[in-house]
């Protein structure tokens, strides 16, 4: 933390970038002490200049952020956190403060409601309901939405054919929170496979 440049202020910008996707979640600030409870906690912590005090991400949401990697800038002006999010990063519910198109970052948020979902089991939901059945009836599901999707490839329009698939890909995560993966190790699979 030597390297860093605080302004007039005490404070210094801070990015906040997904370790994985690369994709710039939040700017926000940070004081010395936040960056050195970032350093020994591994959690992101940063400075409030609204409320004129330090919070830790995800303190009372539960979005917390899992710091990899701390890096300063050439000029030791800014400070660039690399993060393993957990949930929205931005407070409007967004997945970053800044994303116009959602992509994968749609997933993260939808894995975050089904396991949502998973802990709450709220009455009349269809994915707490097909929880409830056990991974073997989710894994049952999950076959046969790919089987649908295969058939909407090759008797279907493009509309359908996106439709199916898009059926396939909730099943997938409700099933991956039925065996307990996180969606971060399907992330980390595919970011060995694009090497």
């Known amino acids: 933390m030597a390297t860093v440049r605080f302004g007039a ?37 940063y400075y409030s200049r609204s ?13 917390v952020q899992h710091v990899t990697r ?7 002006d800014a400070v660039l956190y690399r993060v393993r999010q957990t949930g929205p990063a931005c407070h409007t519910g967004s997945p970053t403060c800044f994303a116009a198109d959602p992509g994968a970052h749609l997933l993260t948020r939808l894995a975050s409601t089904i ?8 009455e009349g939901s269809y994915t707490a309901r097909l929880l409830g059945l056990g991974v073997g009836k989710v894994s049952q599901k999950v076959g046969e939405e790919a ?3 295969v058939v909407a490839a090759n008797t279907e329009d493009d509309g359908r054919l996106a439709s199916e698939a898009a059926d396939l890909l909730f099943h997938l995560l409700v099933l991956l929170q039925a065996r ?16």
């Open 180 to 195: 307990g993966v996180p969606l971060d190790a399907v992330w980390e699979e595919l970011e060995q496979r694009s090497r």
């Open 70 to 76: 701390v890096d300063v800038d050439c000029d030791g």
């Open 9 to 45: 202020d005490g404070l210094v910008p801070v990015i906040a970038q997904d370790a994985r996707s690369g994709a710039v979640l939040m700017l926000a600030w940070a004081d010395r002490p936040a960056l050195e409870r970032t350093v020994e906690t591994g959690l992101a912590c």
């Open 147 to 149: 089987v649908e999707v």
């Open 115 to 122: 396991a949502a979902r998973a802990a709450d089991r709220p």
């Open 51 to 63: 409320r004129r005090a330090p919070w830790q991400k995800g303190e009372t949401s539960g979005h």
